[in-house]
């Protein structure tokens, strides 16, 4: 996909900020310090635009860019922070949960999980609510480069595993260092885009 331009378009809290002009919409989801913001800023060529994900307090937050007027990424806010109140932890679950079950661009759902370490609590919870209200999932795992090669297919293993990966998912491996799994995650969103 060539990048033409980006747009950081919303920072939304409430869906009524939500963009409506109903451009596919791509989310990515995964706990704080995953890799989210490196894997957007990938994706979108830009090295900063995407900003972390995983400042504390920001739980209820959306963030929208626009890629070549074509498609959103939504950003999800990092998750699994510690230091996030038992009162944030619930607002960020009835957030996604609304968007999930009633956001009708929304066409799947990027899971990014670290191949290093076998998912979190939280990883199969989001995992199970994207299977709940039926949204196509793409595993996405990342920071391949962190592990020697001869090591992924185990690694992946064992991340399908936890999750409880179906048949019918996509698996894409990456790494934000390498540029590894850019093209196949484009390539996925335009195939997804022209069905
Ligand atoms: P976020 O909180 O999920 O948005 O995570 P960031 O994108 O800020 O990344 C957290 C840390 O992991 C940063 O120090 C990144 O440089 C590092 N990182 C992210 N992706 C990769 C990757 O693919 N490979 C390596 N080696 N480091 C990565």
Redesign the pocket.
Known sequence: MKIMNVEFVISAVRPDQYPVDALPEFALA??????????I?KMIMRKGL?R???QPGKTQQLNYYRVNDEVYLVDFP?YGYAKVSKVQRAQFGTMIETFLSDREPLKMVFL?IDIRHEPSVDDCLMYDWLKHYEIPVCVVT?????IPKSKWDKHVKMVKKKLGFQTGDYHVL?????GLGRDELWAIINQTIAE
């Open positions: 995964g706990r704080s310090n995953v890799g989210k913001s490196s894997l800023n995407a972390t994900s995983s990092g990014i990342t920071k391949a480069d962190k990456f790494s934000s260092e390498t």
